[in-house]
Each structure stands twice: as structure tokens, then as C-alpha cells.
């Protein structure tokens, strides 16, 4: 397996999986598989390319040169919350699954954020009953500090989202 920052070249493959992300687990997600499905390969292409100031970047995992799973990095770029990093939308294709995809992915990922100057936390939110998912944030480090009641509601069902953050030495 091969984590890299995705790019253009990469926009098919990335909106393949990301309308299956959102087919297949859409209680994990905000965005709803509608919101999606109409984006032209230009949209998806311009979405995944590292943004210029350093706001945006989507990491991808590969088996060979097959794009199995992937996370986005949001960092603020304005000067009171530049220090705290955002992860969303974290993935991994089902037959990948349970195989250390989602766990070596995050691990290049908090590399990646820790290696940006004055970042010292990393945070998420997940759905609070993802127990996979939370399993796999708290393995990392990461420690829950809330739930927010109703936060996402999926076919008329409410789930409460649970807020998480990892603490990072800044470099600078
Ligand atoms: C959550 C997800 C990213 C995990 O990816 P993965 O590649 O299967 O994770 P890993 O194989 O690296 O697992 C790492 C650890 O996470 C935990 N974990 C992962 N999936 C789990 C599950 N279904 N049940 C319980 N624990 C789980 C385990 O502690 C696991 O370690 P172990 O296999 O040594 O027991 C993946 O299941 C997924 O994409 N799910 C659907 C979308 C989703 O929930 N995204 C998260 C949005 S916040």
C-alpha cells in the first residue's frame, strides 16, 4: 500500500469511490449521495487538487495502483484557527477493509498535517454510533470531547455527531 496526495489524474477513480462512500455508508457523511452525483470530471478534478494556499488537500491509499480509500485535510488559512487542522470524509473502499488501510492512511495523514508549521491539534468529527471508526481514531490518539445531539439526519433518522482531537507538537 502507497499513500500519496491525490491530484487531477486521479479525479475518475476518486468520484468512483466517493459516490460508493456515500451509497454505501451515508450515515458516515454529511454530504448526501445527490449532492455528488452531478459533479462533471472537471469539478471533481478541481475538488482533489492540492489548493495553492495550502487550505486543501485530499490523501489517497493504493493496493498497486488501485485508489482504495482516502481522507481530506482542511487547514484554516486564517490567522486564529490556522493552528488546528480538520480531517473529513475518511474512507476505505469494503474489500480493503480491515486489512490496516484506514490506519496506515491515518498515520501518513497525521505525518503529513505534522510536518505544517504551527499545527499543534488535528480534529474530527465522526458519527457517535461508528464504533469501527471511533475504534480506529482512539488507536491513533485521538480522545473524544463531546457529542453534538442530532447533528446529522439520514432518511429521517437522527445520529449525534462525537467530536474528536488529537494534540500535536507544532514544529514551529
Ligand atoms: C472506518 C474505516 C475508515 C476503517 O478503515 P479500515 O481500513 O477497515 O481500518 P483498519 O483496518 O486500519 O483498522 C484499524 C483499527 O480500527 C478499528 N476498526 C476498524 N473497523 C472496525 C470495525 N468495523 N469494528 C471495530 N473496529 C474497527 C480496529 O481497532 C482496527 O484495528 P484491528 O483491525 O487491529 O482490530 C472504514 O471501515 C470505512 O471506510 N468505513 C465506512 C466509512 C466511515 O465510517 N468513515 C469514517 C467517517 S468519520
Known amino acids: 500500500m502507497k499513500v500519496r496526495l491525490l491530484d487531477p489524474s486521479d479525479a475518475r477513480a476518486y468520484q468512483r469511490l466517493r459516490l460508493l462512500a456515500l451509497q454505501e455508508t451515508p450515515t458516515a457523511f454529511s454530504a448526501s449521495y445527490g449532492d455528488e452525483a452531478g459533479r462533471s470530471m472537471d469539478e471533481v478534478a478541481a475538488r482533489i487538487t492540492p489548493a495553492a494556499d495550502g487550505s486543501i488537500c485530499v490523501l489517497g491509499i493504493f493496493e498497486r495502483d488501485e485508489l482504495a480509500g ?12 490556522c493552528h488546528a ?17 484506514g490506519r496506515t492512511l491515518l498515520k501518513v495523514t497525521v505525518a503529513h ?29 485521538f480522545a473524544s470531547y463531546g457529542v453534538e445531539p442530532d447533528a446529522l439526519r439520514v432518511d429521517g433518522t437522527f445520529y449525534g455527531e462525537e467530536h474528536y482531537v488529537l494534540r500535536i507538537d507544532p514544529l514551529a
Open 85 to 101: 487542522v480538520e480531517l473529513a470524509g475518511m474512507y476505505v473502499a469494503p474489500t480493503f477493509r480491515r486489512r490496516g488501510f
Open 113 to 141: 498535517v505534522q510536518s505544517i508549521a504551527g499545527v499543534r491539534q488535528i480534529k474530527l468529527g465522526v458519527n457517535a454510533t461508528n464504533t469501527g471508526a471511533k475504534a480506529l481514531y482512539q488507536s491513533i490518539g
Open 70 to 81: 482516502f481522507v481530506v485535510v482542511i487547514h484554516p488559512q486564517r490567522e486564529k484557527l
